[in-house]
């Protein structure tokens, strides 16, 4: 892989990297990580956000309000204010008996999602008159934790999914928060926690939902090696699937309307395509680099086990012989969990960050991506 097409690789903990978020205007990176990682010298420690007591689980940063929310295994969540130099934390008890897993500011960030291992979804918001903000729950919809929320340009449909399998989109219509819209059918018109939709498309676990940046495709991943793509989302909705042969995905990104990378498991960004008709198909790896033969296999039986033995462990794979090494990974070495969006984007995203489990927060440029930009 050409290393123009990067446009930084961090490699801060020895630990794996839960999830990122990075504001480059604010020139601030913000890593939360699973098992107490180390900070290497070369790099400056400027804040630590400490408050919460177990596995911090989902991060997301506002850009306009420059707020952080955190959400963790303790059931709790942390809305983070910037005061003078001082990150300051205001408690969201979320009201949830198992662990929050993940967490997003809506678009216009007066609300944010909480997907948790109680099977609810918590809506939070402020309430100026009471200074406080207040968990509303989703409740008795899934059947099992939910894995990841996306919320929908409006600002009030959001998608989940979950181990349950099935991918959902609901109304969080909360009154005195979000504006009623004067034409009829639209979705302020579904009252708070209203199912949309619910699609039940894979037969595995599902993650990684995302909205296309119109807000009339969604995607999202199972553990199936496969990705699904839906529009016309709602009581008669247009579903298809992309089955892959590769390991399966994490987590997705629509880069522009017609165009998703697709992490995980492989350790390699996926690029899916539609074309004019609108069919969804896997177009290639964002990076490749050639296989390279591994030194002479002449050695003692104990060090070629252990080899054997260090590539299972390492890529999740039952290797014959280790006579190549992995084809398709880049600079990535395990589990990619984590895709976001960098800087300002409208339409068309141009760079991205990465996250995984080999402890790498990794920034793609898409400049010289002709193919992605057109």
């Known amino acids: 892989m050409g290393r123009e097409k990067l446009g930084g690789v961090l490699e801060l903990f020895t630990s794996c990297v839960v999830h990122c978020n990075v504001q480059l205007q604010l020139l601030l990176l913000l890593l939360l ?25 989902g991060i997301d940063w506002s850009a306009r309000s420059n707020r952080i929310v955190t959400a963790s295994h303790d059931r709790n969540s942390y809305v983070w204010n910037l ?27 007066n609300k944010f999602a909480v997907g948790s291992g109680a099977k609810t979804i918590c809506i939070c918001y402020y309430e100026q008159d009471n200074n406080w903000w207040v968990s509303k729950l989703i409740r008795k919809r899934h059947n099992s934790s939910v894995t990841s929320v996306s919320w929908h340009p409006d600002n009030i449909f959001l998608a989940t999914t979950s181990t349950d399998g099935k991918c959902r989109v609901f109304s969080t219509f909360i009154k005195g ?4 819209d004067s034409k009829k059918g639209t979705s302020s018109d579904s009252k708070f926690g209203e199912l949309i939709v619910q699609l039940d498309l894979s037969s595995s676990w599902t993650f990684g939902v995302k909205w296309s940046p119109s807000g009339n495709t969604l995607a999202y991943v199972g553990h199936n090696s496969m990705i699904y793509f839906v529009d016309d989302v709602g009581p008669s909705p247009l579903a298809q699937n992309v089955v892959f042969r590769d ?17 995980g498991f492989d350790c390699n960004p996926m690029v899916f395509a539609a074309d004019e ?3 969804w198909s896997f177009v290639r790896y964002l990076g490749e680099r050639k296989a390279v033969s591994s030194a002479s296999r002449y050695g003692s039986q104990f060090s070629e086990a252990f080899g054997k033995f260090y590539g299972q462990s390492k890529h999740g794979v039952n290797n014959d012989a280790v006579e190549t090494s992995r ?13 976001i969006p960098l800087g300002d984007h409208g339409k068309m995203i141009r760079r ?4 995984g489990l080999d402890g790498r927060i990794v920034v793609w440029d898409l400049e010289n991506e002709q193919d992605l930009l057109e």
């Not at 928060?177 to 009623?180: E, H, N």
């Not at 390991?247 to 992490?263: A, C, M, N, Q, W």
């Open 247 to 263: 390991l399966p995905l994490r987590d997705v990104l629509f880069v522009s309307e017609r165009k998703v990378i697709g992490v």
């Open 327 to 339: 084809t398709r990974g880049t600079v990535h070495e395990n589990c990619i969990n984590c895709i």
């Open 352 to 355: 991205f960050s990465t996250s």
């Open 33 to 57: 990580f699973a098992h107490g990682g180390l900070v290497e010298d070369k790099w400056e420690k400027v804040y630590v956000l400490q408050k919460h007591d177990q596995v911090i689980s």
């Open 277 to 279: 008709r609108g069919t």
């Open 177 to 180: 928060v979000d504006a009623k």
């Open 83 to 109: 005061e003078q130099s001082e990150w300051v934390p205001t408690l969201v008890i979320l009201r949830l008996n198992r662990a929050a897993l993940c967490v997003q500011w809506s678009p216009k960030e």
